[in-house]
């Protein structure tokens, strides 16, 4: 089981690294903006973080396995469309289609979430000095800002698959074409 979760870890990690550099880069600078300012760092502030995670995990941990399920189960011509669709590059001598990006995109979410929600929920047992309680927080705070981030990359890459819109918000529609 782990080493499948390394594969995917891998493939997304191949696919996605410009994304994830910045998105990345991005989580560590707001964080640290946030964490560095004036807060008093104890045991309240921790579980009061603690909880809003597991809680805030939880409901994207379901949203996410949703909209995994649908990209899934649906079937429709644009759907096909992107299982045709190969992306530049190889990993393994494995072409990736487009569809497979997005697949890859949202299981890597659900078991980084599922990875954080179990973080989150056994970190309380543990006894952190405020050091150590300084750098838990950044490194989880960090980690479900990634997340988050993450997500709504893949959200707006399902978005522009399903609406058949390119990146630069080029209408690729053939019906609109095939009107005119």
């Known amino acids: 089981m782990l080493l499948n979760n390394l594969i995917l870890i891998f493939e997304f990690v191949y ?43 939880g409901v994207l941990l379901g949203f996410t396995a949703s909209i995994f399920t649908v990209i899934l189960t649906i079937d429709n011509d644009v759907i096909k469309e992107s299982k045709r669709k190969i992306l530049e590059g190889r990993f393994y001598n494995r072409e990736f289609t487009l569809y497979d990006s997005l697949v890859i995109n949202f299981a890597f979410l659900i078991i980084l979430q599922g990875f954080l929600l179990i973080i989150n929920f056994i970190s309380p047992i543990f006894n952190f000095n405020k050091d150590g309680l300084k750098f838990y927080l950044l490194v989880d705070l960090v980690l479900i800002t990634l997340m988050i981030l993450l997500l709504v990359n893949a959200i707006l890459e399902f978005y522009f698959i399903i609406t058949k819109k390119s990146n630069n918000g080029n209408e690729q529609n053939n019906s609109t074409q095939s009107r005119q």
Do not use: M, R, Y
Not at 35 to 43: E, P, S
């Open 15 to 57: 696919l996605k690294w410009k994304a994830l550099l910045g998105n990345i880069i991005l989580s560590i600078v707001l964080c640290s903006l946030v964490l560095f300012t004036n807060v008093k760092f104890d045991n309240s502030l921790f579980e009061k973080l603690t909880s809003n995670s597991i809680n805030l995990l």
